[in-house]
């Protein structure tokens, strides 16, 4: 059995090799003709996996280490039996932890999150587990999904766009990238939404790039309607704009969700769906330590993350993204305090 997988994922290369051949590329050197003669495809968002690459392939299986999969053509690989897994909620505590640490890195010094309004825009794992540790901060809470709402959720009171446009202090945005559909996502955020703020909120962008426009962002914080963005999703990434860089306050090459702990959970995930795929009778287990549990509450305090320094580095070298971005430190999630 040949294995090709992103050498970039941590802790897989281990178990898979007690299994069959393990071929490790980076992303962009995974081609036709390395997952010709593979069965299995393990990747990361920077391999599009569609008929180019899979065309006269016998690969049965793709995992993405990732949340999202708009690098995978689903539609394909359901006509050529493809299985497809992915890894929801893996770096959920990761990103929501980024957001809160660049909140804190933007508001003045010695003002608390206490009291401000967040308005959150997509509720699924990112977003839930966000509104909890933002409630247990203090903070007030606007919540925005409609797919979520129409599913008969209970869970929030929701709420529309411009209801977040008109009363947020700061603004986040945790939803898929969708171009179809009741609902798509792209451009969620564009000149129509930001010309509807009222309070000169924070917005911050650690989805998808192409969720938020660009042009709308700079055309917002030049006419003041935007105070400040983080941004960790760009349009367009690893080459990202330079306008919308030198505004940014804190600006990371995708890395918000990149924790130790959600690269573990992600990996695990991933063996899972290759031990369910094959039947093994005994599970792949990722190469890495036990995890902490999640918690519930968090202080600001326990945030822990220098986001700042994280900025520094991409300014330094915006060519660099990628580089930056897979040689990325793995940084701690927040743990539960006693």
Avoid at 76 to 92: E, F, K, L, V
Avoid at 234 to 244: K, V
Avoid at 291 to 302: G, M
Wanted: one cysteine or more.
């Amino acid at each position: 059995m040949k294995i090709v997988i992103d050498r970039n994922i941590p802790f897989i290369a281990a178990p898979l090799s007690r299994i069959g051949e393990v071929i490790s590329l980076s992303g962009d050197k995974i081609t036709s003709a390395e997952v010709r003669d593979a069965d299995i495809l393990v990747t990361r968002t920077r391999t599009r996996c569609d008929a180019a690459l899979l065309d006269g392939s016998r690969c049965t299986l793709i995992a993405t280490a990732t949340i999202g999969t708009d690098h995978i053509d689903l539609d394909y690989c359901r006509s050529h039996d493809i299985t497809t897994a992915n890894a929801p909620g893996c770096n959920a505590p990761a990103v929501a932890q980024w957001v809160l640490a660049a909140i804190r890195a933007i508001l003045p010094p010695g003002k608390t999150l206490s009291g401000r309004t967040l308005g959150v825009i997509g509720a699924g794992n990112v977003g839930s587990l966000l509104i909890r540790w933002a409630k247990g901060l203090g903070m007030e809470i606007l919540v925005n999904d409609p797919p979520l709402q129409e599913s008969g959720c209970t869970s929030y009171r929701f709420c529309t766009l411009d209801e977040i446009a008109r009363n947020a202090d700061i603004i986040t945005v945790h939803t898929p990238l969708t171009t179809e559909g009741p609902h798509p996502t792209r451009h969620l955020v564009d000149s129509r939404f930001v010309s509807a703020l009222r309070r000169k909120p924070i917005l911050l962008n650690a989805a998808r790039g192409a969720v938020t426009e660009t042009s709308a962002l700079i055309d917002g914080l030049r006419a003041n309607l935007i105070s400040d963005v983080g941004i960790d999703c760009w349009e367009g990434e690893p080459t990202i704009d330079p306008t919308l860089l030198s505004m940014a306050r804190v600006a990371t090459p995708h890395i918000a969700g990149y924790s130790r702990e959600g690269k573990i959970r992600a990996t695990q995930m991933v063996l899972d769906a290759i031990s369910r795929h094959l039947r093994l009778d005994t599970p792949l287990i990722a190469d890495a330590g036990p995890l902490h549990p999640v918690p519930d509450t968090i202080t600001e305090q326990s945030i822990g993350y220098d986001i700042i320094a994280d900025t520094r580095i991409l300014r330094s070298d915006p060519s660099s993204f990628e580089h930056h971005r897979n040689t990325y430190p793995l940084r701690p999630e927040p743990k539960v305090t006693q």
